[in-house]
Antibody, heavy 124, light 110 residues
Framework: EVQLLESGGGLVQPGGSLRLSCAAS????????MSWVRQAPGKGLEWVSA????????YYADSVRGRFTISRDKSKNTLYLQMNSLRDDDTAVYYC?????????????????WGQGTTVTVSS | QSALTQPASVSGSPGQSITISCTGT?????????VSWYQQRPGKAPKLMIY???NRPSGVSDRFSASKSGNTASLTISGLQAEDEADYYC??????????FGGGTKLTVL
């Protein structure tokens, strides 16, 4: 079964750091680009970052560029999001998602597999 | 980064058809062949309903269809069913190597 499982969320103070993980199973991880998408409480979806299948190409939303880093480990079939200098408005459920068509980070095909989400709360 | 513009809510009766619009600019929807639509039920992860403007993934009902004209994409749901009640989001690639979502539309089945 194709599956994504996020972990690493929690409560952190403003200015703090957190690393999210997304464990992939049931498919050839390196053959697919991946993204992080977040959803603040009661709000809509916001794309955060994307990475190519090989991990060479990475892209970020303006709101997180310079603070967040996306990466992936082929040997562990795991996607990561390192979040630094966290702010109150980073509070959200963070989803990892697979791009359905191949390894190009922002290619076509839409995001066809999603994890269940992990909650990040930034508060003092 | 401003979101794509969707109506906050739409409603329809069972059996009817509804259309949700998604308006962007010539830098995103107007220039992209990679417009997608997602369905999200309360407390659940989004589900891909349409990709690349008008393509349905395997397993998605053919009651869902989509198109694009200029800077506006549209999702149409025909033969509305109670199970279609959910939030719907469009997304598009945007110049500068980013992705943008719409603000979301709450569909109520009366």
């Amino acid at each position: 079964e194709v599956q994504l499982l996020e972990s690493g969320g929690g409560l952190v103070q403003p200015g703090g750091s957190l690393r999210l993980s997304c464990a992939a199973s049931g498919f050839t991880f390196s053959s697919f680009a991946m993204s992080w998408v977040r959803q603040a409480p009661g709000k809509g979806l916001e794309w955060v970052s994307a990475i190519s299948g090989g991990g060479v190409s990475t892209y970020y939303a303006d709101s997180v560029r310079g603070r967040f880093t996306i990466s992936r480990d082929k040997s562990k079939n795991t996607l990561y999001l390192q979040m630094n200098s966290l702010r109150d408005d980073d509070t959200a459920v963070y989803y990892c998602a697979r791009r359905s068509r191949g390894a190009v980070a922002l290619g076509g095909g839409g995001m066809d597999v999603w994890g269940q989400g992990t909650t990040v709360t930034v508060s003092s | 980064q401003s979101a794509l513009t969707q109506p906050a809510s739409v409603s329809g009766s069972p059996g009817q058809s509804i259309t949700i619009s998604c308006t962007g600019t010539s830098s995103d929807v107007g220039a992209s062949n990679y417009v997608s639509w997602y369905q999200q039920r309360p407390g659940k992860a989004p589900k891909l309903m349409i990709y690349d403007v008008s393509n349905r993934p395997s397993g998605v009902s053919d009651r869902f269809s989509a198109s694009k004209s200029g800077n506006t994409a549209s999702l149409t749901i025909s033969g509305l069913q109670a199970e279609d009640e959910a939030d719907y989001y469009c997304s598009s690639h945007r110049s500068g190597n980013t992705l943008v979502f719409g603000g979301g539309t709450k569909l109520t089945v009366l």
